[in-house]
């Protein structure tokens, strides 16, 4: 049995984060574990309240698995503050790290915060250098490398920008574009573009969290990174077609739509 460990806060409405990561570990066979940074309380219309958990809570939880599990890969996700990203790289230290995938998570779907102004230099320094991949939406993109991005041109642009933070690898999503859906993939020679037609569904909580989680699974179960993507990009769409209403909000990605 493959494994694969997230790191990122806790939705207790189960869309997204922790709930989220685990549910696609589930989808795609792989043996999920987590880490839990924050804890949230939200719900498909807004985040009421975040609690960001201890440096130490967050050490121990890492040294309880990798002493005693093989992790085949890693997704990080919500890290909230610089203690938090901090006790984490130092952790990290002790342990022969797998291919780490980090979705710089910023701000929720419904507008909130979630990585702390301080954070942000110290995910960029200390953890972009550790990661096989990370996986900016636009937005995202664009607060990291103070560059506007309105069509896959822009995007090759913050791919290298990014690549240049240190990162071996950079999916630049496009989910925010306006007529398409493509992704672009840099590996700091090749750009890689995945193509998929827009799909008009509201529900599409934890679309960025399924993503990277299913390409951390793919990886898990021996794909390099360019097929990772492809395959995690044909289960999200999937996913989305398939997002239901649940709450009177945006819903959910449908986690087990392959199921």
């Given at each position: 049995?493959?494994?694969?460990?997230?790191?990122?806060?806790?939705?207790?409405?189960?869309?997204?984060?922790?709930?989220?990561?685990?549910?696609?570990?589930?989808?795609?066979?792989?043996?999920?574990?987590?880490?839990?940074?924050?804890?949230?309380?939200?719900?498909?219309?807004?985040v009421s309240h975040i609690q960001g958990l201890?440096?130490?809570?967050?050490?121990?939880?890492?040294?309880?698995?990798?002493?005693?599990?093989?992790?085949?890969?890693?997704?990080?996700g919500m890290l909230f503050n610089k203690r938090?990203?901090?006790?984490?790289?130092?952790?990290?230290?002790?342990?022969?790290?797998?291919?780490?995938?980090?979705?710089?998570?910023?701000?929720?779907?419904?507008?909130?915060?979630?990585?702390?102004?301080?954070?942000?230099?110290?995910?960029?320094?200390?953890?972009?250098?550790?990661?096989?991949?990370?996986?900016?939406?636009?937005?995202?993109?664009?607060?990291?490398?103070?560059?506007?991005?309105?069509?896959?041109?822009?995007?090759?642009?913050?791919?290298?920008?990014?690549?240049?933070?240190?990162?071996?690898?950079?999916?630049?999503?496009?989910?925010?574009?306006?007529?398409?859906?493509?992704?672009?993939?840099?590996?700091?020679?090749?750009?890689?573009?995945?193509?998929?037609?827009?799909?008009?569904?509201?529900?599409?909580?934890?679309?960025?969290?399924?993503?990277?989680?299913?390409?951390?699974?793919?990886?898990?179960?021996?794909?390099?990174?360019?097929?990772?993507?492809?395959?995690?990009?044909?289960?999200?769409?999937?996913?989305?077609?398939?997002?239901?209403?649940?709450?009177?909000?945006?819903?959910?990605?449908?986690?087990?739509?392959?199921?």
């Open positions: 049995m493959k494994t694969a460990l997230t790191i990122a806060g806790s939705d207790c409405s189960g869309g997204a984060g922790i709930q989220g990561d685990l549910k696609t570990f589930a989808a795609h066979g792989v043996y999920g574990m987590s880490v839990i940074t924050a804890v949230t309380a939200q719900n498909t219309t807004k201890e440096p130490i809570t967050i050490s121990k939880q890492i040294e309880a698995i990798f002493d005693d599990i093989k992790v085949d890969s890693i997704k990080i938090i990203i901090t006790a984490i790289v130092n952790t990290f230290k002790h342990y022969q790290l797998p291919k780490i995938v980090l979705d710089p998570v910023m701000i929720s779907t419904t507008g909130r915060i979630l990585l702390k102004g301080d954070a942000i230099e110290s995910i960029v320094k200390d953890m972009f250098p550790l990661c096989n991949l990370i996986t900016p939406n636009i937005l995202e993109a664009e607060r990291l490398t103070d560059t506007p991005i309105s069509n896959t041109y822009d995007m090759e642009t913050a791919c290298r920008k990014l690549y240049e933070l240190g990162s071996k690898n950079v999916l630049v999503k496009g989910g925010h574009l306006r007529d398409t859906a493509c992704d672009v993939l840099f590996d700091g020679n090749d750009f890689t573009y995945y193509n998929h037609k827009r799909i008009d569904n509201p529900n599409t909580r934890g679309t960025g969290c399924a993503l990277s989680s299913a390409i951390a699974a793919n990886i898990s179960k021996g794909q390099n990174t360019v097929d990772a993507v492809r395959m995690a990009k044909d289960y999200i769409t999937k996913a989305i077609a398939g997002g239901f209403s649940i709450g009177s909000g945006d819903g959910p990605v449908n986690h087990f739509i392959e199921r």
